[in-house]
């Protein structure tokens, strides 16, 4: 297996096009950035993440939710505030967008350990490689999953 | 297409021409509707003012991706000197607030030109240094970029307090300043949006990533000015109180103003929030221009909302004064060369990188 290291973006990328261009196969590289790096996910090709229809439908649960509580709190505990109508979707809007961010954040947090299948339990504790923040090509042998 | 000389001399005197044309039009064809000034103001203003604070920040926050047009968006420097002289026709416009009939320590004609027009020439000046020590690799640039950013939190609070906010004297809303700056700096990034299509339209490669950038960033401030909104409409609703509810029952409830308000609302947030939703959007030159048109022509609504209820504006007038100030824009911005010098190469400092030519 070869591994390429950079300190930055651009040498990364540069590399990483040498390798497309000379023809190595794409499913044999795999790479380690510290942040989303986007010329490498169109380099390589990437598929587009299942984590965000995780998020969208947590974010649509969640603004619901904020509607559908507040709605029916206002109407089974009947209060008239400030000569508001009981149902005064301004207000309502400020816990409709607290839990549209809760429910969203969450449900990423869960889709991306499911589609990761993280965490992994066994060997948990071992120590394990470590990139900081260095960017990391492996060309590896075998075709990556 | 090759870019145009004009010398600074040349550049002084276009500003005049400019400037003369619009005073004779506020003094001989527009001696009726006296919001039209202001309207053109505010608008260009917020333009270019937020154009260089977005080169100021990206600087003071080591922004690699705005590297490749921080120098399209230092070039707008210039323009603050015209708008901070064009201001002063302001002057003859100052019945249009109610407070000229009883002034008061802050709110009265003479400090209300005096302090607007030096805070206005002080962020030209800051702008001129930040722009000369950006393009030379200068150590001082990131003192004279705080300075710029603060200047223009202080004029665009100005702008909103003073320009918009005392038309309705005595109504405050101690959001507005925040509103105002945070409009002008996404106003600083939808002009970069356009910088890139145009610039890709000529064959400059590599602005992808500044493109898809900028695209998140217009995402968020989009956000963020109906987050501005939406805190200063909820605190009056709840408030309820008469003189506070009526400046928004003026803007949201009469004709035209209930389709108007929708309608800025859908093109400033609405529309992008969904179209910056795509990734692929995002990177192409085309789709983000849709976006920015959407934004820009809300931004615009939104200032007749706030200025005509309470002083007219001359549509044909208006219309011929933002012709010429695109016009300006664009000569200032094709003639860039003449007096911005090029980004100085020097390894190891970010904003070192010389831009993609072309």
Redesign the interface.
């Known amino acids: 297996m070869e591994r390429y290291e950079f300190d930055d973006k651009h040498g990364f990328v540069e590399k990483l096009e040498k390798l497309v261009d000379s023809g190595v196969q794409k499913q044999r590289i795999n790479t380690y950035t510290p942040y989303l790096v986007?010329?490498a996910e169109e380099l390589l090709d990437a598929s587009?993440s299942g984590v965000r229809a995780f998020t969208g439908a947590g974010a649509v649960t969640g603004l619901a939710t904020g509607f559908a509580f507040t709605i029916y709190t206002v109407l089974s505990w009947p209060l008239i505030t400030?000569?508001?109508p009981l149902i005064s979707l301004?207000?309502f809007?400020?816990i409709g967008y607290e839990l549209t961010i809760l429910f969203g954040c969450l449900t990423a947090l869960v889709g991306f350990f499911a589609l990761t299948r993280m965490p992994v339990i066994v060997n948990m504790f071992s120590a394990k490689e470590e990139f900081s923040q260095k960017f990391i090509i492996e060309v590896g042998d075998e075709v990556r999953r | 297409m090759k870019d145009q000389h004009l010398s600074p001399r040349n550049l002084i005197v276009l500003f005049i021409v400019f400037g003369m044309v619009i005073a004779v039009l506020e003094t001989f064809v527009n001696q009726t509707s006296d919001g039209t000034l202001l309207l053109t103001l505010t608008f260009w203003t917020m333009l270019v003012q937020g154009a260089v604070s977005l080169a100021a920040v990206g600087e003071t926050a080591k922004g690699l991706w705005l590297i490749p047009i921080k120098r399209e968006l230092l070039c707008l420097y210039p323009l603050l000197l015209f708008m901070a002289l064009l201001y002063l026709l302001m002057g003859m416009r100052m019945d249009i607030y109610p407070w000229t009939a009883h002034p008061n320590a802050w709110l009265n004609a003479r400090f209300f030109i005096v302090r607007n027009f030096v805070v206005m020439m002080l962020a030209f000046w800051v702008a001129h240094l930040l722009a000369r020590s950006v393009m030379r690799g200068d150590p001082k640039k990131n003192t004279y970029a705080v300075l710029y950013i603060l200047l223009f939190v202080t004029s665009q609070s100005l702008v909103a307090f003073d320009w918009i906010m005392s038309l309705e004297y005595p109504w405050i809303s101690t959001l507005f300043g925040g509103h105002f700056f945070i409009q002008s700096f996404l106003m600083g990034l939808l002009f970069s949006a356009v910088v890139i299509f145009f610039r890709t339209r000529v064959g400059v490669t590599g602005l992808t990533?500044t493109l898809?950038d900028t695209g998140k960033m217009m995402f968020g401030f989009s956000f963020m000015w109906g987050g501005f909104l939406?805190a200063q409409?909820?605190t009056i609703?709840?408030g309820?109180i008469p003189e506070e509810v009526s400046f928004i029952l003026k803007r949201v409830d009469p004709a035209p103003y209930w389709g108007l308000s929708r309608l800025a609302l859908a093109l400033i947030f609405a529309i992008p929030f969904l179209a910056l939703l795509s990734?692929k959007l995002k990177t192409m030159p085309a789709g983000m221009l849709f976006v920015v048109l959407s934004s820009v022509v809300g931004l615009f609504i939104e200032k007749i909302i706030l200025i005509t209820p309470v002083v007219p504006v001359n549509p044909v007038v208006v219309g011929i004064e933002f012709f010429a100030m695109i016009v300006l824009v664009t000569l200032v911005f094709r003639t860039r060369d003449s007096f911005m010098p090029q980004l100085v190469t020097d390894p190891g400092g970010v904003g070192s990188v010389r831009a993609p030519s072309g």
Do not use: M
């Open positions: 986007h010329e587009q400030g000569g508001k301004p207000a809007l400020v | 990533e898809r939406f409409y909820l609703w709840y309820n990734r």
